[in-house]
């Protein structure tokens, strides 16, 4: 089983729609991320965790929400979703001050139409 | 806020050429690292540097973190078909805090 899994790993849904993107990791870390990847534009931050009751804004919260429901499981949502919101999601998680860095999932392909 | 830039956003080369990518920070970074995302894939961690002027090698791949600390470039030697994918580098801020500022990622094509 992969170490950090994302579910769905593709989403068409509907602009005005309420969807949530789920992320699951057996990595025992306590750190976790989701980025948001477009073309040209790079990974960009959009919520992150440190640890169940720590929830941060990144560059680009807004028309999202999170929930940390425990040390291994980070859900991002998109309250009412809007075409530009269009992109590939990944969640990460990374230890504290081990220096190996993130370990990513596969990824979400959403596609707001 | 932090920002990564990084140069160039595409390449091609001929296999058996070299390539560099580079990275700059508009601030003081506490660590940087570097990722390889293969089309269709996810970005998978390839090393972090943390000392000022540090080299670290892996192979045909070197890594070099800038005496200011505020910059970084990824050199491939003798490309191969392999190396195909985007490299992005990633700069965690002054404080450390253990959360990354992607650059925008330098897409890599190999001709064989």
């Known amino acids: 089983d992969a170490d950090v899994t994302q579910t769905p790993r593709n989403r068409i849904t509907k602009t005005g729609k309420r969807i949530m993107l789920e992320c699951s990791q057996t990595?025992?870390?306590?750190?976790m991320y989701w980025y948001r990847q477009d073309p040209g534009l790079g990974l960009r931050l959009i919520y992150y965790s440190f640890d169940v009751k720590d929830i941060n804004k990144g560059e680009i919260s807004d028309g999202y929400s999170v929930s940390r429901q425990a040390q291994a499981k980070f859900s991002l949502s998109l309250e009412s979703a809007i075409p530009n919101q269009t992109a590939l999601y990944f969640c990460?998680?990374?230890?504290?001050?081990?220096?190996?860095?993130?370990?990513f999932g596969s990824g979400t392909r959403l596609t707001v139409v | 806020g932090q920002q990564v830039m990084q140069i160039p956003q595409y390449q091609h080369v001929q296999e058996g050429e070299d390539f560099t990518t580079y990275c700059n920070s508009s601030t003081t970074l506490s660590n940087i690292q570097w990722y390889k995302q293969r089309p269709g894939g996810h970005p998978v961690f390839l090393i972090q540097l943390v000392k000022s002027g540090e080299v670290k090698k892996q192979k045909r791949l070197t890594f070099q973190f800038g005496e200011a600390k505020k910059n970084s470039s990824l050199h491939i030697t003798a490309t191969q078909t392999t190396d195909v994918g985007t490299y992005f580098c990633a700069g965690g801020g002054s404080s450390n805090t253990g959360k990354l500022i992607f650059g925008q990622g330098t897409t890599l094509q190999v001709k064989p």
């Open positions: 990595k025992g870390h306590d750190r």
């Open positions: 990460a998680t990374s230890d504290t001050g081990t220096g190996s860095g993130y370990t």
